[in-house]
């Protein structure tokens, strides 16, 4: 009688545990499930990531070396991480455990293997492997131009630190990215492709450094009759709308090369 009480005690103390450790993955507030269904109704992930406008950028938050540990957070972003929890977030339904599988399948090459060397450190390596997998479409109008990148930014960042990282894993991702063509809009002729482009489409920032692919990212908004960037903002140091239009905001950053654009392939 005192085992089978015992055994009982012992279920009752593991179920708890289960339950306290479901109970702690939860991410999405009801408000912001309300958000996200009305995002979809519409069509329109803008009116999803608007929700985090004022929230605080934060750089570097993700792991430096292995062991890599997942970062979830809905109230800190980089310009990437923005991209990835927004566009994670509406794939989700509000679904707690489908927003973190989203989130694992944006982020990473291989999602059941989770390091530092599988993390998509190069935007270029996520939107080519989200292409493949039909999430994104790429968007290439006729003045496009292709580039040679060396991306070696990582590898040789990394190099000298010592850190727990395989520097030959990332040199292989990096070889393979610069055996691919880099193909991106130049400033000037931004504003000749205006009129392609769409509410929600994701623009990168190309980088003019021949190591690194871009530096920033967000998402295109149309207001006051041109387009804007809706991103998280390490100027700004918040999630905001940037104050200059698409055009004025590359003349303002003359590190950029140009631009690369991506439609989500729910946008109709």
């Not at 279920?11 to 912001?32: R, S």
């Not at 929890?85 to 090459?109: A, C, E, P, T």
């Not at 493949?132 to 990394?158: A, C, N, R």
């Not at 303002?252 to 109709?268: A, C, D, E, M, T």
């Amino acid at each position: 009688m005192m085992l089978n009480s015992l055994r009982l005690l012992i279920y009752i103390f593991f179920f708890l545990q289960i339950q306290a450790g479901k109970a702690q993955e939860k991410w999405i507030p009801m408000d912001l499930q309300s958000r996200i269904a009305l995002a979809k109704k519409n069509q329109n992930h803008v009116m999803l990531a608007e929700y985090f406008l004022g929230k605080p950028y934060v750089a570097i938050a993700l792991s430096a070396e292995n062991p890599e540990k997942l970062y979830l957070s809905l109230e800190d972003f980089d310009c990437v991480t923005f991209i990835e929890n927004v566009m994670s977030l509406y794939q989700s339904n509000g679904q707690d455990s489908l927003f973190k599988k989203n989130l694992i399948h944006w982020r990473y090459s291989k999602p059941k293997d989770i390091r530092f060397e599988t993390r998509q450190h190069y935007f270029s390596a996520a939107m080519r492997q989200l292409i493949q997998d039909g999430w994104i479409v790429p968007v290439h109008p006729s003045e496009e131009i292709q580039s040679i990148k060396s991306f070696t930014f990582l590898s040789q960042y990394y190099l000298p630190k010592g850190k727990n990282i395989s520097i030959a894993d990332l040199e292989r991702v990096e070889k393979k990215l610069a055996s691919e063509p880099f193909i991106y809009i130049p400033s000037a002729k931004v504003k000749s492709i205006l009129s392609s482009l769409k509410e929600g489409d994701i623009v990168t920032f190309v980088s003019k450094r021949i190591d690194l692919d871009v530096q920033h990212t967000g998402f295109l908004t149309f207001r006051k009759s041109n387009w804007y960037l809706l991103h998280a903002s390490q100027e700004v140091k918040k999630v905001c709308v940037s104050d200059k239009n698409l055009v004025e905001y590359l003349k303002s950053h003359p590190s950029f090369l140009g631009i690369q654009v991506f439609r989500p392939n729910f946008i109709k």
